[in-house]
C-alpha cells in the first residue's frame, strides 16, 4: 500500500472496519473511510508492514506488536474536535449547578472525584479544573482527582503538555484565557501550571478494559464527563459502557454526555436532572435494606492454606471492595509543587544486570486468606452491615488468624471509614503474619489519611516482604513524588516495569481489583511524566 487513502480494496475496507469496531467500539461510516484508509497507512509505516493483509495479521496478535500496531492506527480514526469550555449550556450547569453542590456535599471530607473519559487533547479536563480553581479560590486543603482518559496516546501526549493554539479557545471568556493561559509564540498558549497539576491523563479503551477499578483510578466517582463520543458506538455497546459508568458512580453521582447522545431510555438506570438548555443524569441513591430478622450464624474461616491465582473479576459488576490506586492529587493551595511537568522521552536505565538472569517473578502471592463465600455475597449484594457482623464474629472465633481483621479492613475503606480500616489492618499485621498485601493495604490506608511518610514505609515493609510484590512499588512511585525524594520515585518505577515486562499482558495482577499486567504497564510508562 503505497498510494496511502484510496489504496484498500473493498475486502480490506470491510475487515478492518470490522477490526476497528470490535477493538475500539467505533463506526467508520462510507464519509470516513479515507480516514480508516490513513489509519492503515501510518500503521503500515509503524510497523513496516508490507501490506494491507500483512498489517492484518499482524493487528490478530496479542502481543506488544500487535497492540503497537493498532495504537499507531488509532489516532487517524478517532475524533479529536474539542475546545475550552465546549459547550456552554453544559459548562453553566457545571459551574453553577453542578460542582457547587458536590462541594457543598464534600465539604467535610474535602475529597472531589472527577473523570473525564474521552477526554481528547484534554481542553474538557482543564476546562473543569479552571472552574474549580475559581469555585473553590481561597479554601485551603481541598483534594482534587481530575483524571482523563482516552484511547488515542497522540492526543494524551498533547493534554499532558498542557500547549494549545488559537482553535482551542473560541469559547474562551478573555478573563479566563488572561488568568490561566501564558503566551508561547504567535500562535499557541501555555496552561498555568497549577492546572496542570490538578489533572492526570491514562490511555484507556471504554470498550475492552476493565472498569470501574481502584487501580485505573475510575471507581468512586463524583462525576463522569463523557461528551460527544457514545454516538461512535453501536447501541449494545453504549449500554455496557453507560452501565459501567454507572458502576463508577457513587450514589448520587452525576454523568454528563454529550447533547447528540442517544435516547434517555439507555440511561434508564439514572434520575434525569434538566438545567437550562442541557440535560444530566444522577446516579439514584440505594435504598438501604431492612435489617435481618436473625443475627448471621458465626462464621468459621477456613484454615490457612496457598491459595491459587484470583481470577479476573467479571465485568460490569460492582466491585465489593476499595483498594485505592496511588492517584495523583494535589490540593489547589500548594505551593511547593513543581513549576511544570515533564514528560520523560528517554528510556528508563536497565537494572542491574543478575535481575536479567533471574526467572521472571511470580505476581501470585497471597498469605491472608481470602473472605468466606457468605461474606463474599453479602458485600456483592450490598449488605456490608451484614458482611461486617460475620466478620467481627469470625474475629472472635480466630483471635489469632489474620484473614478476617485484613477482609474487615477492606470493608472499612471501601466505606471510606479510614480510622477503622487502620485499626483492623493494624490488628490484623500485629498476629505476625507476613503477609505483604497487608502491608500495602495499610499504605494506601494512611495515604487517604494524609500521613504520607507512614504510607510510604508501609508500602517498603511489603516490597520486602515479598520484592515480586509489583503494586507496592508502583505505589511507591507516587508516594516518593509526593514526598519530593525522586530518586527513590524513579527506583521504585523501574522496579514496576522490570516486574512487569515480560509477564503475558492479560495475566491479572494480584490484589489489583482485575487490573492486568498490560494496564498497570501502561500506567506505569505514564509515571513517567511524574519523575522526569
Known sequence: MTGGAGSLS???QGRFRELVRQRAGIEIPDARLGDLEKGVHAAMQATGASSPGALYELLAEKGPRGKQAFEAMIPAVTINETHFFRNRPQMQALENEILPE??????????????????SSGEEPYSIAILLHRLLRGQSGWDILIHGTDIDHTALAKAAGGVYGNWSFREVPADVKEEYFKRADEHRYVLAPEIRRMVTFTRMNLVDD????????????????????????????????????????????????????????IFHRYQVKNFPGTITYRKVEKAHPAPAAKAPAALQLPERKPLPERKPLPERKPLPERTAAPEKRLSLQRKDAPAARKRAERPLRPLASKRASEPAPVLVRRATAPANDEVAQLIMSGRLDDAAKLLEQAIKTSPKDPAPRYELAKLHASRLRWDQAEKCIDASI??????????????????????????????????????????AHFASVALFTRLGQPARAQKALETTISLLEGRPPEEVVPHGDGITVARLLDLATLQRQLVA
Open 10 to 12: 473493498p475486502q480490506d
Open 102 to 119: 458536590l462541594i457543598k456535599a464534600r465539604a467535610e471530607s474535602r475529597r472531589l472525584r472527577i473523570w473525564s473519559a474521552a477526554c
Open 210 to 265: 476493565l472498569y470501574p477499578t481502584a487501580e485505573s483510578r475510575t471507581d468512586r466517582m463524583d462525576l463522569v464527563i463523557c461528551r460527544n463520543v457514545l454516538i461512535y458506538f453501536r447501541e449494545e455497546t453504549i449500554r455496557r459502557i453507560v452501565d459501567r459508568f454507572h458502576e463508577s458512580l457513587v450514589d448520587a453521582g452525576w454523568l454528563v454526555v454529550g447533547h447528540a447522545e442517544p435516547s434517555q431510555e
Open 430 to 471: 500485629e498476629t505476625g503474619q507476613l503477609a505483604p498485601e497487608a502491608h500495602y493495604l495499610r499504605g494506601l490506608i494512611l495515604q487517604e489519611l494524609g500521613r504520607h511518610d507512614e504510607a510510604a514505609e508501609a508500602m517498603r515493609r511489603s516490597a520486602f516482604l515479598d520484592p515480586s510484590f509489583v503494586l
